[in-house]
Every structure is written in C-alpha cells, then in structure tokens.
C-alpha cells in the first residue's frame, strides 16, 4: 500500500519542465516591472525644458507613459502567469514567493517613482519649483513600503481565496499606471491640473497605501458560479468598466476602482455573496 500511494502522487505531480512554465511567466512580470521603473526615471530633461514654461500648457513625458505600458503588461502576465499554474497544475511555494516578490517590484516600487515622478512635475510647475528638496518627493515610497506589506500579510493568510483584506497590489498598480496615460491622451478641461496637483498625489498616497494594509474586504473578481445572485457586484462593476472605457478612455481606470472599492465595502451590509 505504501508503495502504491507513492507511485500514484509521482504520476499526479506535473513534470518538472511544466512546473517551471508558471515561474518564467512570473519572471517577466519582474522585468517588465523593471522596464517601469527605467522608462519613469528617464524624464529629468523634459522637466528641464518646461521649467521656463510654467504657464503654458503641461505635456507628460513620453518616457513614462512607457513606465505605465510596462506596468499594464506586467499585469497581463501577472494574470497570466496564475491562469498557466492551474491550467498545468503546477502551482508551487516558489512560485506563490516569486509572484509577490515580483509584484512588489512591478506595481509597488514601478508605480511609486511613477508618483515620485509626478509630484517632480508639480513642483516644477512652479517658480523655483526644481530647487524643491527631494524629502517632498520622499511620500511616494510610501507606496512601496505598504505594498510590501500587503504582500507579506496575503502570504501569510490562507483567508483570502474568495475575498482580499485589503486592496490587491496589482490594483493600485494599474490605478497608478493609468495616470501618466490619462495626463497625455486626455482632453477634459481641468483634468490635468487636478492630476498635478501636489496636494491630490499625497492625498493619494495616503487613502491607496491605507486601502492595501487594511483589513477591510474586498471582493475577488473570481466567479465561484455563474448565478447573478452570487456574483451581482462582480456584474455591476464590468457593466461600469465597460461603461466607462467608451466614454472615458483612461479616466475609466481612477473610476471602476473608485467602485471596486464601494461595491466592495458596502456588499457585506447588503447581502455576502
């Protein structure tokens, strides 16, 4: 009996090639996260250049809205990367650890020298603004350091297969990721001072670092079943998203998070799912 028990998990366990397929996937959500971060730091001449402009109209640096691409494709694969695993059932420790230590990089270090990024924007916006001292710049690592947080907690929590405590990472992650693009495609009046408004990003920083350490649950956007009963704020929230995504491109991001967060809070009030 013992032996026919060992025979039988060798056969049930994936081979070694497949098993290593999920990991090379989470690997290239670290690069891309990587890409982020050099595409966002390679502005300092753009900033340069628009320091004797500060009335005129603010055009985002192209180089990143490439840090915020690379951050969307390393959700992608972040994606991805889980879907593979279960589709070859091959998922592993190493691999639950190298997704999160993946994750820190590519939507908590990438995004914040995103923001570290645009609070340099708004105080060049101003008169003698790139003489500011970088300690001004220092709360967006903030970011970062919640994330890691978060990440340390959800490895540690076997409670959160359903439902999240707190917001998943890769949310703040493409929420950030979102304003560079909105800031260089959009074209609704006021928008883009509201964005570079350095009040606005340490607000910002604030409210999304204490969304992902805190306890409070969020939804998981897995269908346990296809009934609208259990999966109604699940519905509601794609029928927003695609809402949004036709009549406000980018500015869709900032607002199906704003529900995500809503739905989410207010669900277990109506009814659990």
């Known amino acids: 009996m013992i032996n026919q028990n060992t025979t039988i998990e060798k056969d ?71 879907f593979v695993a279960r589709l070859l059932k091959a998922t592993s420790e190493l691999g639950k650890q190298l997704d999160s230590l993946s994750d820190v990089v590519s939507f908590g270090v990438a995004p914040a020298v995103i923001i570290f990024q645009l609070l340099r924007f708004s105080f060049a916006r101003e008169e003698n603004g790139l003489d500011v001292s970088i300690i001004w710049m220092m709360p967006a690592f903030i970011i970062a350091c919640a994330a890691a ?56 920083i604030i409210v999304i670092s204490y969304l992902m350490i805190s306890n409070h649950r969020m939804m998981s956007l897995k269908f346990s079943d296809f009934t609208f009963k259990n999966n109604r704020s699940k ?18 991001v900032p607002v199906v998070f704003i529900f995500y967060i809503l739905l989410s809070l207010i669900k277990p009030k109506i009814k659990p799912e």
Request: proline share 5%; with cysteine; aromatic share 14%.
């Open 235 to 252: 519905i509601i929230l794609f029928v927003i998203a695609i809402i949004a995504a036709l009549f406000l491109q980018w500015l869709a």
């Open 12 to 82: 049930s366990a994936p081979p070694s090639g497949l098993s290593a397929i999920p990991n090379i996937f989470t690997l290239l959500n670290l690069f891309f996260g990587c890409m982020a971060i050099v595409f966002a730091l390679q502005t300092n001449s753009v900033i340069i250049y628009l320091n004797d402009q500060f009335n005129s109209s603010f055009n985002i640096p192209e180089k990143l809205t490439w840090a915020a691409i690379c951050i969307i494709i390393a959700a992608l694969i972040d994606f991805l990367d889980g």
């Open 149 to 204: 947080y978060r990440l340390g907690k959800f490895n540690l929590d076997t409670d959160q297969q359903f439902s999240f405590k707190g917001v998943p990472v890769p949310a703040v992650g493409l929420l950030i990721a979102s304003l560079p693009l909105i800031l260089h495609f959009n074209e609704i009046s006021g928008v883009n001072s509201f964005l570079l408004n350095k009040w606005v990003l340490y607000a910002l």
